[in-house]
Structures are given as C-alpha cells and as structure tokens.
C-alpha cells in the first residue's frame, strides 16, 4: 500500500523560511509525478509545485510561489523536499504531498503551515 508521509510543517513568521519532506514508500512501480498542493481555509485545493518525471523531468510551479518556493525530489529514494522563502500570511495553509502511480493519485495526510507574526 502506498504512503506519502509529510514532515516539516510549523509556525514562521512573515519573510522566514521552511522546508516541508515527504517520503513516499510501499510502491514497486515508478513514481511518475510527485509534488504539493496546499489548501487554505475555506478555499479550494491548489497546486504549488510539481515535477513531473518522463523522458526527462519538467518542474512546474504555482505563479503565486515563483521565485520563492523550489522542490528538490529524489528519484532513488522516492522524496520530494519544498523549500519555501520569504513566506508570507496567504501561504498559511494545510500541505498536501500528492503522487501520480501508474495513473492513480495518491495523496498524504497533510503538515500545516502557518505563517504569522
């Protein structure tokens, strides 16, 4: 059975910095998409960052979070690290880790980041 496990969320303060992990285990097919969404209160799930690994890997991210945020993933070892800078309060929110596995998605349970002064 396929696990996402997230770690990292917190507490940080406007213009810090933090860095969510996922690990992704119980898999023996190839992880062909991996990354985050985030959900805020009352609002719709929405997409941060993405990397989609084919022939060749293609990264993808939110226009809100350009610049700012960058995902590292490790094939091998089948993680994705977020490292979010200069957080601001609209980043507050619950985030996913989310997979694609031989077309069917998987999603974590969620790490909550709250950005506050």
């Known amino acids: 059975q396929v696990q996402l496990v997230e770690s990292g969320g917190g507490l940080v303060q406007p213009g810090g910095s933090l860095r969510l992990s996922c690990a992704a285990s119980g898999s023996s097919f190839m992880i062909t998409v991996m990354g985050w969404y985030r959900q805020a209160p009352g609002k719709q799930r929405e997409m941060v960052a993405i990397d989609i690994s084919v022939s060749a890997s293609s990264t993808n991210y939110a226009d809100s979070v350009k610049g700012r945020f960058t995902i590292s993933r490790d094939y091998a070892k089948n993680t994705i690290d977020l490292q979010m800078n200069s957080l601001k309060p609209e980043d507050t929110a619950v985030y996913y880790c989310?997979?694609?596995?031989?077309?069917?998605?998987?999603w974590g349970k969620g790490t909550l980041v709250t950005v506050s002064s």
């Open positions: 989310y997979s694609l596995i031989e077309g069917t998605p998987y």
